[in-house]
């Protein structure tokens, strides 16, 4: 298990009737969120989810959205993105979903943007 894998394990993760519940939206909400990238996730362990750690304050984090259409511009498939999020990253000293709950955006968009 590499070291981004490992930390996407770690990371609680929300099915979509979770995320209904979370954050008090119907499902097509829901998903209009996921398309328009204010959240990602995954089916790697099943059914369809997102980590929890997207989320912060019942709604989705805010500095998300832009990060994760970075990192797709650069060719990042979605579970290279969460895998990116999650997993320490050494310029910013701490995982960039850290990084992002904390206010640093800035910061971690210059990183993502070094990627392409």
Do not use: N
């Not at 969120?33 to 980590?51: C, I, T």
């Amino acid at each position: 298990m590499t070291d981004d894998t490992a930390a996407s394990a770690a990371t609680d993760w929300l099915t979509l009737p979770e995320l209904v519940e979370t954050l008090g939206e119907p499902l097509g909400r829901i998903r209009r969120l996921l398309d328009e990238k204010h959240l990602v996730g995954s089916r790697r362990q099943g059914a369809f989810a997102v980590p929890s750690l997207f989320i912060l304050d019942g709604r989705p984090l805010a500095s998300l959205r832009g990060t994760v259409i970075v990192l797709q511009d650069a060719g990042f498939s979605d579970d290279e993105v969460i895998d990116w999020l999650l997993a320490p990253e050494e310029s910013i000293g701490r995982p960039p979903i850290d990084a992002l709950r904390e206010g640093r955006k800035s910061e971690v968009r210059r990183v993502a943007q070094t990627l392409a």
